[in-house]
């Protein structure tokens, strides 16, 4: 089950998600639990895939609002980094980026259950 203690050992910056929320714990727990079927991420896996860099750009810039908007750290940071080299079109592994991105996601899915 989904707790801010496991949050904070994952990483995530609970204290300012949580005041985001208005210290609505249930809310916060509640939309930290939607992320892991966020749609963007299988919009940007996709788009990288397909080398469609601008798509790419578009979804890892929302999922990393959506991320950062929570203070999922762990995600965010790794949704920021793709973002900014996507930014500047750097030629990068995005694909090697993006498994340590959907790895983040799956522990977090973890915490989630």
Do not use: W
Not at 79 to 86: H, K, M
């Amino acid at each position: 089950m989904i707790t801010v203690e496991a949050l904070r050992e994952f990483g995530v910056d609970t204290e300012k998600g949580l005041a985001l929320c208005m210290g609505n714990e249930a809310l916060y727990l509640r939309l930290v639990g939607s992320v892991p079927t966020e749609k963007r991420f299988d919009d940007l896996s996709r788009a990288i895939d397909e080398g469609d860099l601008d798509a790419a750009f578009e979804a890892a810039h929302a999922l990393k609002g959506v991320l950062g908007n929570l203070s999922l750290t762990p995600l965010y940071e790794k949704a920021s980094q793709i973002t900014e080299l996507l930014r500047s079109r750097t030629d990068a592994d995005y694909k090697k980026l993006m498994e340590e991105l959907i790895s983040a996601k799956d522990t977090l899915t973890d915490i989630c259950k």
